[in-house]
Each structure stands twice: as C-alpha cells, then as structure tokens.
C-alpha cells in the first residue's frame, strides 16, 4: 500500500533538484509504511536525515532567490523536523508506534498539502528568476 502514490501527475513542480529530491522523501514515506518494526526502526533514521538536508537546500533556495515567503516556509520547515526528531528519540529506543503513526497518518497529508501551496509557491518563484536557455 503506498501512503503517497500519483507522484507524478500530482507533485511534479518542474524545478528538477526539487522533483528529485520529493520523489525520494515520498519513496522513504512509501517505503517506511509498508516496512516490519525493524526495518521501519532502521529506515525512520534515513527519512529524518533526508528531510533535514531537503529543507536545508530548500532554504538556500530561498535565500539566493529571495522568495518572499521565506520566514513562514521555514517556519512550517523547522516545526515538521521538531516532530521528526522527537520520534527520533522514540524510535531509537525501540519505541515506533507513535512515530509508525505520524509516518503513516499524519506525514503524507502534510507532504500533500505542503507541496501544492508553499513548494509550488517556491517553484513558481524559481522559475520566474530562472534564465530561459539562450537568454542567459
């Protein structure tokens, strides 16, 4: 059962380092919900590692292009990675129902909501700056 699925009709915002980089956070959703309790304690680390350096290159993104909406993007950043690290905790010490739950229930809604408003935002802010061949 994949908890994120139609990426590419529904999440494909043609910045490509942002496409790649969403295809491999929804991989590591989809993956860690269909995971057993050790492989999902096992993988939980790399999602948390994944979106901690996906927001931080979100962020230079957004500093170099000068996107507007910067401080309340990196507001909604910094509260997901709080939440993820805290089950961090919780999962190293062989406790992942809770963070099981947040995976499942909670990080695929928000992905879906986060990406068609701000990282669309952003995407469309990145483009507008962004030189069309032979005009740069």
Known sequence: MLLIDDFETRFLLGVPAMDRTHREFVDLVNRLGEAGAAVFGYLYPDLVDHTHAHFA???VL????GFPAIKEHRDEHARVLGE???FR????SGRIALARAYVTEQLPA????HAITMD???AAHVKAR???KGQG
């Open 57 to 59: 290159n979100e962020d």
């Open 62 to 65: 957004m500093g170099e292009t």
């Open 84 to 86: 993820l690290d805290a």
């Open 89 to 92: 905790l919780r999962v190293n």
């Open 110 to 113: 928000w992905f879906a909501q």
């Open 120 to 122: 669309s935002a952003l």
């Open 130 to 132: 962004t030189p069309k």
